[in-house]
Structures are given as structure tokens and as C-alpha cells.
């Protein structure tokens, strides 16, 4: 139990574009998901986390506007990286978790290649 | 002083030996602990949680919690070259899980 899906797994586009990715919890009702970013031989940083029907609530240096993030199901949180730029190019990895006490279960993640 | 601490590493052990990962946390009012493994390129994985003091087993994990030193650590038994990766140590508060930096753990056949 307690997968999440996320795709695409791979993305490479020209700077400017705008990239979507997706999260899906695919057993369980995920009240809260979670987007972070990692940059290779470090961390894991948070971005943001979401609730159902709720605005994100963003960590403190990433801007709002360029990672746009929608929770608008129990099941499916996406995360837009807008104009993206090289500098953008890095690991992202949505989890979800089902209520507070619960773990957070990830999903594969996302390798964004801007070039 | 971080939420959750943990020695970076690199940690190398031979194969067969103990591996033990530590890791403290900050948060006494803490309650719920866990250890998720990471291989390089990929996403973390949930592999252990402990909620109570003392030793959690499952195969050649245990987790152990000292809730009074704020401690938490890993063992890992008869450690495997494909044990190696970056274990996160995850301290779940009120309302947020935080995530050590993770041990980089290599063992070497």
C-alpha cells in the first residue's frame, strides 16, 4: 500500500518553457502532499506543502509565482515550473501523506533538464 | 542548532559487519520516528518507523529510540553492498515531518 505516482519521470525542454508534473496517491487519500527539490550530492530541500482545496504553503526563498502548485484532489497535487531556466534544472519529488500522524510516502521523482 | 542531526558520513563498513546510523532531534515533544533509504538517483523509501522507547526489529534493521537523549539510530545487520545509500532520519512533530541531511552509507564487499 501507500504508493505515489509521479510523472513524467524524465523532462528536457528550452529555457522558457513551462513543465507540469504530476503526483498521484493511487491507494489512499492524501490530505497533504509535499514538493521538494534536490540538487545532486545534497538534501533533500522543501518547497512547499499543500492541502486538499487549500493554498500552498511555500518555504521560505521559493518564489510562489515561478512553482505554481495545485492540490485540488485527494489524489492528485502537480507542481508547474513556469519560464523555467537552467538554474531550475535540478531533482523533484512530490510525497503525500494520508493524515498528520501518518509517514510521508514518496514518489519516484522527477529529473528536469532545462536546457 | 538543526531540527534533525545527522552525521553525514561517508560511513563505510565491510560486508557482513553492523552498520549504525545515529541521529538526534531537537523537538522533545516528538512522537513519531522513522528511517527511509535513498540509492542515489532515486526517490527516498520508507523502511522503518518507531514510536515508543527501545529497539523496533524487522530483518536485519532495528530502530531504536531513546526518547530522554532525543536519540534515534539504525542498525543494520550482516550490511550488504546493496545497503548502500543515504539513510534519512524523519522526525515527525505536531503537524511537520523533518528530514536529516542522511548518512551516506557504503559497504564494501
Known amino acids: 500500500g501507500a504508493v505515489v505516482s509521479q510523472h513524467p519521470s524524465w523532462v528536457i525542454c528550452k529555457s522558457g518553457t513551462s513543465v507540469k508534473i504530476e503526483c498521484r496517491s493511487l491507494?489512499?487519500?492524501?490530505?497533504?502532499m509535499f514538493w521538494y527539490r534536490q540538487f545532486p550530492k545534497q538534501s533533500l530541500m522543501l518547497m512547499a506543502t499543500?492541502?486538499?482545496?487549500?493554498?500552498?504553503?511555500?518555504e521560505q526563498g521559493v518564489e510562489k509565482d515561478k512553482f505554481l502548485i495545485n492540490h485540488a484532489s485527494l489524489t492528485l497535487s502537480t507542481l508547474t515550473v513556469t519560464s523555467a531556466h537552467p538554474e531550475d534544472s535540478s531533482f523533484y519529488i512530490c510525497?503525500?501523506?494520508?493524515?498528520?500522524?501518518?509517514?510521508?510516502?514518496f514518489g519516484d521523482g522527477t529529473r528536469l533538464s532545462i536546457l | 542548532q538543526k531540527e534533525v542531526e545527522q552525521n553525514s558520513g561517508p560511513l563505510s563498513v565491510p560486508e557482513g559487519a553492523i552498520a549504525s546510523l545515529n541521529c538526534t532531534y531537537s523537538?522533545?515533544?516528538?512522537?513519531?520516528f522513522f528511517w527511509y533509504r535513498q540509492y542515489s538517483g532515486k526517490s527516498p523509501e520508507l523502511i522503518m518507523s518507531?514510536?515508543?522507547?527501545g529497539d523496533k526489529e524487522d530483518g536485519r534493521f532495528t530502530a531504536q529510540l531513546n526518547k530522554a537523549s532525543q536519540y534515534v539510530s539504525l542498525l543494520i545487520r550482516d550490511s550488504q553492498p546493496s545497503d548502500s545509500a543515504t539513510y534519512l532520519c524523519?522526525?515527525?512533530?505536531?503537524?511537520?515531518?523533518?528530514f536529516g541531511a542522511g548518512t551516506r552509507l557504503t559497504v564494501k564487499p
Open positions: 510525497s503525500a501523506r494520508e493524515t498528520p500522524g501518518q509517514p510521508q510516502h
Open positions: 491507494d489512499f487519500q492524501a490530505t497533504t
Open positions: 499543500s492541502n486538499e482545496g487549500s493554498k500552498a504553503t511555500y
Open positions: 523537538d522533545r515533544g516528538s512522537q513519531s
Open positions: 524523519a522526525v515527525l512533530g505536531f503537524n511537520d515531518m523533518r
Open positions: 518507531i514510536y515508543s522507547n
